[in-house]
């Protein structure tokens, strides 16, 4: 058991390593803003936000999701306007754009048309990953931003995907099983409200009329129906923390913990455990610390998706409009 177990893990860790995009490179813009140090400026607006909204790093990491699984990492989504991604249903909730919009003024002051509002996305991201208690880790930059942003692009999982369906989403953008489970990680930080479960899990599984999804632990069906989403319309805003409340603002592994005892809050993340296929990438990362190593690894690879270099695209002035 021990000899496959290790084998296991030596399989996950090959299938993160990073493609890779040729003209990406640590260290791009060193000299290239004066005496200034581009990823330092942005680490400390980071730090400065986190110290007084530490879900930042919720918004941000769903930020880096929506951004580069919808025709790459290319700040696509910061387009302000009407039939642009932004506009789109899954996107209408995402936060975090007033950030990155204050990244790019500092930068823009400091060095006028350098810094793309693309790799300053997945700097934040990974800047507050770290504050948030996890793993550093470097990133290579050199993306540039692209020039459409069309709603009609936006296509999504849905939060009731049952773990083949997650795969084969993840899949399509180059990513492995293992970067998938790995990714759904993130909703350590998440959080959702009580409409987007109050159907599909609590009072109508499967169409029938107060049904519970059986998948989910009954005692915490029985708090979230008594207490947090009760069955009428005033709850539907009531917010829903996917991991322990305690751990809700940490970037840790007990979200994995909870799918092992039945409480995963998204049919998505139950699902995952559910699967015989990804149900032991679950259990490795709940019964052990690689995720703390593994999961920026996997944000590395999402933030290197269809990414435009060199000549490609454009560097904005603006990270809302188009130059």
């Given at each position: 058991m021990a000899m496959a177990a290790a084998l296991m893990v030596v399989v996950?860790?090959?299938?993160?390593?990073?493609?890779?995009?040729?003209?990406?490179?640590?260290?791009?813009?060193?000299?290239?803003?004066?005496?200034?140090?581009?990823?330092?400026?942005?680490?400390?607006?980071?730090?400065?936000?986190?110290?007084?909204?530490?879900?930042?790093?919720?918004?941000?990491?769903?930020?880096?999701?929506?951004?580069?699984?919808?025709?790459?990492?290319?700040?696509?989504?910061?387009i302000d306007g009407p039939g642009t991604e932004k506009t789109a249903a899954p996107n209408l909730s995402v936060k975090g754009y007033d950030l990155i919009a204050d990244i790019k003024a500092e930068l823009e002051r400091r060095c006028p048309g350098v810094v793309s509002c693309s790799d300053i996305q997945i700097l934040a991201t990974r800047d507050a990953v770290a504050l948030?208690?996890?793993?550093?880790?470097?990133?290579?930059?050199?993306?540039?931003?692209?020039?459409?942003?069309?709603?009609?692009?936006?296509?999504?999982?849905?939060?009731?995907?049952?773990?083949?369906?997650?795969?084969?989403?993840?899949?399509k953008l180059g990513l492995s099983p293992f970067d998938t489970v790995l990714l759904l990680g993130a909703h350590t930080v998440g959080a959702t409200h009580c409409g987007l479960i109050k159907n599909s899990r609590l009072y109508k599984y499967g169409g029938l009329a107060g049904a519970t999804d059986p998948?989910?632990?009954?005692?915490?069906?029985?708090?979230?129906?008594?207490?947090?989403?009760?069955?009428?319309?005033?709850?539907?805003?009531?917010?829903?923390?996917?991991?322990?409340?305690?751990?809700?603002?940490?970037?840790?592994?007990?979200?994995?913990?909870?799918?092992?005892?039945?409480?995963?809050?998204?049919?998505?993340?139950?699902?995952?455990?559910?699967?015989?296929?990804?149900?032991?990438?679950?259990?490795?990362l709940a019964n052990s610390d690689l995720f703390h190593s593994l999961f920026p690894q996997a944000l590395i690879k999402l933030g290197e998706v269809n990414v435009l270099t060199g000549a490609q695209g454009e560097i904005r002035r603006v990270c809302s409009k188009f130059n």
């Open positions: 996950a860790v090959l299938g993160l390593a990073t493609g890779g995009q040729a003209q990406l490179q640590y260290g791009f813009y060193r000299g290239k803003c004066g005496a200034d140090d581009v990823e330092a400026v942005v680490q400390g607006v980071v730090r400065a936000r986190f110290a007084r909204e530490a879900p930042i790093v919720a918004y941000l990491l769903r930020m880096q999701f929506h951004e580069c699984a919808v025709n790459g990492c290319d700040g696509g989504l910061l948030a208690g996890g793993q550093a880790y470097p990133v290579r930059t050199g993306r540039r931003d692209g020039r459409q942003s069309r709603a009609s692009d936006v296509v999504l999982p849905a939060p009731e995907n049952t773990a083949a369906q997650s795969v084969a989403f993840f899949g998948a989910l632990d009954p005692y915490y069906a029985f708090v979230y129906k008594a207490w947090v989403c009760p069955d009428t319309p005033a709850s539907d805003n009531n917010v829903v923390f996917l991991d322990d409340q305690w751990s809700a603002l940490q970037v840790d592994n007990n979200y994995f913990k909870l799918l092992q005892r039945r409480r995963g809050v998204l049919a998505a993340d139950q699902n995952l455990y559910a699967d015989g296929s990804t149900r032991w990438i679950v259990d490795l």
